[in-house]
């Protein structure tokens, strides 16, 4: 079993910087890819980064350099780091673990970015 705990989300308002970050645990798994996803009301949920365990990294195309994903060396912490945020990113951010024994989910944590 794989457990991913999100933390970080805050009331912002637009331009601000926020840093997520997702803690990861468990027993016997291997990360095979590590990612943020995001889901606003009534939309759809979208993938906002994911990082490989080859160092491949991938944003969505709203993304146009704000933010980085990033781990730490044991990859046991999963970070966001986001610059410039916009109303538009307001949004449940889940963190997303992709490993040998399953696909994992956190609970997510709100962004609210608003004047």
């Known amino acids: 079993q794989v457990r991913l705990v999100e933390s970080g989300g805050a009331l912002v308002q637009p331009g601000s910087s926020l840093r997520l970050s997702c803690v990861v645990s468990?027993?016997?798994?291997?990360?095979?890819?590590v990612g943020w996803y995001r889901q606003a009301p009534g939309n759809e949920r979208e993938l906002v980064a994911i990082?490989?365990?080859?160092?491949?990294?991938t944003y969505g195309d709203f993304v146009k350099g704000r933010f980085t994903i990033s781990t730490d060396r044991a990859w046991n912490t999963v970070y966001l780091e986001m610059n410039n945020v916009k109303p538009e990113d307001t949004a449940v951010y889940y963190c997303?673990?992709?490993?040998?024994?399953?696909?994992?989910w956190g609970q997510g944590t709100q962004v609210t970015v608003t004047s």
């Open positions: 990082l490989t365990s080859r160092g491949a990294i």
């Open positions: 468990g027993e016997e798994f291997t990360l095979y890819s």
């Open positions: 997303h673990g992709n490993t040998d024994v399953g696909l994992y």
